[in-house]
C-alpha cells in the first residue's frame, strides 16, 4: 500500500478515535458518574439519619507481618455513630472532631469555595472513613474503642490568628489514646498521637474529599516515596492489600480537593485496603506513636507550597507532569503580573502557538503541497489501481520530484500533541481558576459558561479553521465525519470549565490567523514559480 493510503488510513482511525473517546468520556460523565455520586449522597444522608450510636461490628486492620497472608482483606467498615465535641475554626477552614477524635467534618471558608446554593463547601460526606480514625491492632480493645468517648481539652478553638493546642484522651481499660493538636491559622495542623502500654495501633488518612469527582481528573490515593517517585492509585483499581513502605507523604483526592499527612523527616509506612467498591483506603502504621502534620483543603499550588515545597507534588498532572509542571509555574508567573487568570489563559495560548510556530509552518505548507498533488495522486492511484508496488513506487517519485512529505502534515500534529495534553491537564486541574472572573458573563472559569457563549464561538472557529485548511482526504466517509466535528466538539465543550474552553477558542484563532499568513505564502511562492 503506498504511503499515501497509510497516511489516509491513520487521519482515518485519528478521527474516529477522538471522537470515540470524547463521546465515552461525556457519557460516562452525565450517564453514570454523575447519577452514582448523587445515589450516593442521598443513600448517606439516609445512613446518617438512620444510624444509632451503638457501635457496630469493627474489623479490625491486619498486620502486615510477611508471613501474614491477608491478600483478600477488606478495608474496614465505617463507623459514623459521631457527635462533635470539638470545633476549631482557622482563617481558612472550620474543622469538626467527633467524640472518637475523628475529622468529622472541614468547610471550607473562603469566599470562592462555594457550591451551587452559595453554601460554604464541606469536603466529606458522613458515612465515608473519617481523617485521623484510630484501629487498634488489639480486636478487642478496637471494640472497645469505638464505645468510649474522648475527652477534649476545649469544645471551641480559635486559630484564626495564631496556633491553637488541643488535646483529645480516650481512657481505655487497657491503654489512654492521646492526641495533641496544633491548629495553624493557614488550616493545618500538627499531631501527636501516643498509645500507653506499648498498644499497637495504625490512623487513616481517610476516604477522599467528596466534593469533584469527574472523568476529566484522577482521584483516588497518592504517596510519595523518598526516592521523590510518585506511587497513584486511582478509585477502583485496588483488589488486594497493598504495603507501601518509606513515604513522606500520602494524599486522598478528588479533582480540587485532598487530605494529606505529611513528614518529611521520618518516613511513613502505610497498608492500602480496598473497599468495597475497591477504592483506596490508608492505614498509617504507628506502633504506639507518632507524629505528623496534615492538610485537609484545595489543591492550592501557593498553599501547599507555603506548607513545603514538596507538597506541591499532590497536585497530579497525569502523564504530561514533565511538562505540566513547568506550564502551570510559568502561568502563575504571568498571572502575577496580568492579574486575571481568563487574560492569563488568552497570553499563554499565544505565547505556545508562538513557541509551536515552526512546527505548525511545516505541517501546514506540507499539506498545502499534498493538496496541490492530490489530483495527480488520483491519476496515479486509477493507472495502477491493479499494481500496488508500481503505484507506491511512482507516489515516491511524485512526492520527491515535488518535495512533499505524506507524513509531513501528521508529524508536526503529534510532537504537539503533549503539549495540548499538557495545558488541559493543568487547566482542568486548576483550583485557582475556581472563582475567578472574565469579562461580563464569566464569573468563574472553573465551572461551565452559563451561557454557552465560548463553546458556540469554539466551534463556529474551528469550522472556519476546517474551511481554510487544505484537505487531502478522498475518502467521502472522512470527509462526513471531518465535517461533524465542529458540531461534536461544541457538545462537548457545553460542559467543560470555561477557562478550558477559552483555550481552545483562543487556540483556534490564531491556528485560523496561521493557516491564513501560510495560505497567503504558499500562494505567492506558487505564483513566483509559475513566472
Known sequence: MSNYNQNSGMQKRLIVMTVLVFVFFIAYEYLVLKPKQE??????????????????????????????????????AVIDNSKIVTKIVTDKNIIEIDNLGRVAQVTLLESKYKDEYGKNLTLFLPNQLKPLEVRFQDTNLNQEAFKVDVVASSSSI?????????????????????????????????LAVSATNDKQFFIT????????????????????????????????????????????????????????????????????????????????HAGSSINFSGWMGPKNHKELKALDPELVDVIDYGWFTFIAKPMFILL???????????????????????????????????????????PKMKEIQAKHKDD???????????YKKHGANPMGGCLPLLLQIPVFFAIYRVLINSIELKGSEWILWIDDLALKDPFFVLPILMGLTMYIQQKITPNTMQDEMQKKIFQLLPIIFTFFFLWFPAGLTLYWFVNNVFTIAQQYTINRIFEKKKAISKI
Not at 232 to 256: A, C, H, L, P, W
Open 39 to 76: 445515589e450516593r449522597a442521598l443513600q448517606a444522608t439516609q445512613e446518617q439519619e438512620q444510624k444509632a450510636n451503638s457501635a457496630p461490628d469493627v474489623q479490625t486492620v491486619q498486620s502486615v507481618d510477611n508471613s501474614v497472608n491477608s491478600n483478600t482483606t477488606i478495608a474496614p
Open 388 to 398: 500496488k508496488q508500481k503505484q507506491s513506487m511512482a507516489m515516491m517519485e511524485l
Open 205 to 284: 488518612n481517610g476516604y477522599r474529599p467528596e466534593v469533584l469527582v469527574d472523568m476529566y481528573a484522577v482521584h483516588g490515593f497518592m504517596a510519595k516515596l523518598n526516592d521523590d517517585s510518585l506511587e497513584t492509585i486511582e478509585d477502583g483499581d485496588i483488589k488486594v492489600q497493598k504495603t507501601i513502605t518509606g513515604t513522606k507523604f500520602i494524599s486522598n483526592f478528588d479533582r480540587y480537593y485532598a487530605t494529606v499527612i505529611y513528614n518529611f523527616k521520618n518516613s511513613m509506612q502505610v497498608t492500602l485496603m480496598p473497599d468495597n467498591d475497591k477504592n483506596p483506603q490508608a492505614f498509617i
Open 158 to 190: 480559635d486559630a484564626k490568628t495564631e496556633a491553637q493546642e488541643l488535646t483529645l484522651t480516650q481512657k481505655l481499660s487497657s491503654t489512654t489514646l492521646t492526641k495533641k493538636f496544633t491548629f495553624y491559622p493557614d488550616g493545618h495542623y500538627d
Open 332 to 374: 502563575q508567573f504571568l498571572q502575577g503580573y496580568i492579574g486575571n487568570w481568563g487574560w492569563t489563559i488568552v497570553i499563554l495560548t499565544i505565547l505556545i502557538k508562538l513557541v509551536l510556530y515552526p512546527l505548525s509552518y511545516k505541517g501546514m505548507m506540507s499539506m498545502q503541497k499534498l493538496k496541490e498533488l492530490a
